[in-house]
């Protein structure tokens, strides 16, 4: 092993930080590396942040190629160093062609329990294509806000700044910029007239079929992403609710809605999915969207590191969590009205299994196919799935259940 440079350290030390913490974002850990490190230029940040995102998304398949083991690496900086040295040479040379010992789940990078569930529930040839998926880098995607500005005058203002764009096939007011750009000071940001936002989760909010003038509940709202895409949907006309409960992320929402000039919209921290302040409110939406948290399998390609992060156990911990949410949240549609349920998760134990036992138990509502979705239709069975592989977008999937 060659002498590691002062950013391969970083890059080693970083990893251990996130792997040993998992209840830390990796953001605010970067974040707080940087600002440590003041003489680091945004090239040398974003040298550090490949490299580091690379290790992350091969760290399993990296440290088979070096030790011969399929074991995961001690999550200390200096057994992590050769694996960075192993990152920055991909960066440079491409990653190594897959040698004839490698397992798929060593291959693609995986925990062995992931990589079956994925198998189990897609079949083998499809659990590789999403596994594949998964390794790349995830592009920039945006949504135009319809009410101030146009798909193509938004793409037309980013090219006069020197921004490339294409229009998203999944998302009629999606763009996907031809190469990563920060465009959080770009007027357009700035301006409200575009938000950044994955195509996949942009399929989410249409569900809800939000109409001008309606009463619709973001039972899980964290920092608005969908909820600004419900008010530019309902032409900002009507009332949303937006809930969730932890008040600091519901923080997040004010400038985003002063950003997008949206007025409609009232949030408002509970305690939990059962506070009794929710039932004023109850057989009165006319639809209610559970962004439900979730383990986020269906993200790993902007966080890799859930890979080794997230454990088995916890699956059936937010398989429970979300069927209370979903029963919790159901007290408040309408009769009539759309309750979606929605996660950024491709395990079923989070998903069908969570929607079917709220059916058993909850005869009022049914489950509606997904119709209407032109290029998305072929992911509805019923459900929306939103597939890496397919749409090159995070994966969500999403259920409509109507009430009776
Ligand atoms: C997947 S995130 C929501 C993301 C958000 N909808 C967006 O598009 O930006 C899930 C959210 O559910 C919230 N949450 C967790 N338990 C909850 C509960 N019992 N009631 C309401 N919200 C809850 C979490 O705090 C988190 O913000």
Redesign the pocket.
Known sequence: MSMPSAHTQLVAQLAEQILNHPERAVDGILRRSFKEHPQMGSGDRRRVSDRLYLLLRHLRRFNGLHTGQPYLPACEARALLPLVQMAEQALSEGLPPRQPQESDGLYYSLPDWLWQAWCEQYGQDAAQMLAAAMLEQAPVDLRVNRQRASREGVAQRLLESGVESAPLAISADGLRLTKRHLLRDHPVFLEGLAEIQDGG?QCIAPLLQPVAGQLLV?????????TVHLAALMQNKGRILA????EH?LKRLAPRLKRNQIKMVQSHT?R??RDPWLSRWYGKADGVLV????SGSGTLRRHPEIKWQLEPGQVGSLAI?QGA?LE?AAHLVKRGGRLVYAT?SLLAQENEEVVEAFLRTNRGFRLEEIQGLGDLQRLATPYLKVMPQQAQTDGFFSAVLIRT
């Open positions: 989760s973001d039972f899980c709202a964290g920092g608005g992403g969908k809930l969730d409960t932890q992320r509970i939990h999915e962004d439900a948290p979730c969590q949410l919790g950024c």
